[in-house]
């Protein structure tokens, strides 16, 4: 198995393998960058095939944190953790504890949350062996579930991007094709259509679609046929890579903003929607809400600071859209440009003089 050979292995400061074969835990935990502060990410447990994709996984999403809590204007850095498991049958709470423990030897320079694979529920349990978590439940002292902030954090940023597209205008009568209504895609289909547009929806789970039609009035499509939607803005709230060679020519909106990670499938695709003419907001930039919340809690969460930093978000990707437009640059690279701007600042004031 190669390590300091692997794909973005090399600017990472520390990556860390945990092994507890008490409880079987087998995990990674990557601190990308700590320029800014200490690593803040979530815990991902999934039953990878091979220790290789675990180890490319870990890396790959700890970098993207690192970015985002740049972007967002946080004294965080970024980090990210895998526990190699099948969350349905090997979750206990003895791995949950094993998991806490490793994360309290990091001694702060790690902080954990909940992900894909692990619940508000399970971070209770992973409490109970370090106090370097956030997200927990609102019993712990924690602030519960942070999807809600995600998604008014996307609206935000989606009325920031539609008065950078259409000079000024609002939401109010605008179509959004929405994939996905999960945590995320849920409430923002509730702002969308608070603020006066007309929904066109896709999920893999009827349920899903059909209380979307009752609730929104939203026409609902397959999931295959989101892309081709003849609307406004593209919402993908669903999983990553969305933005691809097959996906690309089937787009008819003006705009692209959702929550999803990791939405284009790679750089070259953020050339091609700004040669297309379509407004393309960062993902890292705009699904930060639920970040900004659980940062919140480590210095005492106040609703005033969250709406403060929420309209930072939008600004920034106002300042995304200008800077990108000026430089003729896909907004994708300028949102990285800005957050390594934020990283090299940092470095230094903390090297010696
Ligand atoms: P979720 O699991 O609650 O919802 C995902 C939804 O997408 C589900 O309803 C699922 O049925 C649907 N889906 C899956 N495959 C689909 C397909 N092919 N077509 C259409 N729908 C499909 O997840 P979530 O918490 O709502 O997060 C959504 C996305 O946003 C994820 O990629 C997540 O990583 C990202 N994200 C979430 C947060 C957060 O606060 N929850 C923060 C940042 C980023």
């Not at 990410?41 to 990878?48: A, D, I, S």
């Not at 923002?188 to 999920?203: I, M, N, P, Q």
């Not at 040669?275 to 930039?285: H, K, N």
């Amino acid at each position: 198995m190669t390590v300091f050979s692997a794909e973005s292995f090399a600017d990472h400061e520390q990556v860390v393998f945990v092994s507890d074969p008490d409880s079987g835990l087998r995990a990674i935990i990557a601190i990308h960058d700590t320029s800014l502060g200490p690593a803040l990410g979530g815990c991902r447990m999934y039953p990878y095939p091979s220790e290789e994709d675990a180890l490319r996984d870990v890396l790959r999403l700890s970098r993207g944190m690192t970015y985002k809590a740049a972007a967002a204007g946080l004294d965080l850095g970024g980090g990210k953790a895998v526990i190699i498991g099948d969350p349905r049958r090997q979750k206990t709470p003895a791995l949950l504890q094993a998991m806490g423990r490793a994360v309290d030897r990091m001694a702060g320079r790690y902080i954990t949350a909940e992900d894909v694979g692990t619940t508000v529920a399970d971070f209770a349990e992973v409490h109970k062996t370090t106090r370097h978590v956030v997200g927990l439940p609102v019993e712990l002292g924690g602030t519960g579930d942070p999807s809600p902030t995600t998604a008014l954090g996307v609206f935000l940023g989606l009325e920031a991007a539609a008065r950078h597209r259409w000079n000024g205008r609002t939401l109010s009568g605008r179509t959004v094709a929405v994939q996905g209504l999960g945590n995320v895609g849920w409430h923002l289909c509730r702002y969308l259509a608070e603020a006066g547009a007309r929904l066109v929806v896709a999920d893999v789970d009827e349920d899903r679609t059909a209380r979307a039609a009752a609730a929104f009035s939203a026409e609902v499509v397959r999931p295959q046929a989101i892309y081709a939607v003849e609307a406004d803005i593209f919402a993908p709230c669903a999983m990553g890579a969305v933005l691809n060679d097959e996906t690309l020519p089937q787009l008819r909106c003006a705009i692209i903003g959702g929550a999803a990670n990791n939405q284009l499938a790679c750089d070259a695709h953020g050339e091609r929607l700004r040669e297309r003419g379509i407004l393309y907001a960062p993902d890292f930039v705009i699904n930060a809400g639920g970040m900004i919340r659980v940062a919140l809690e480590r210095d005492g969460f106040a609703q005033a600071l969250l709406d403060d930093r929420l309209k930072g978000l939008a600004a920034t990707l106002s300042a995304i859209f200008e800077r990108a437009e000026r430089d003729g640059k896909p907004t994708q690279a300028t949102a990285i440009d800005l957050a390594q701007e934020r990283l090299r600042a940092a470095r230094a004031r903390q090297a010696p003089s």
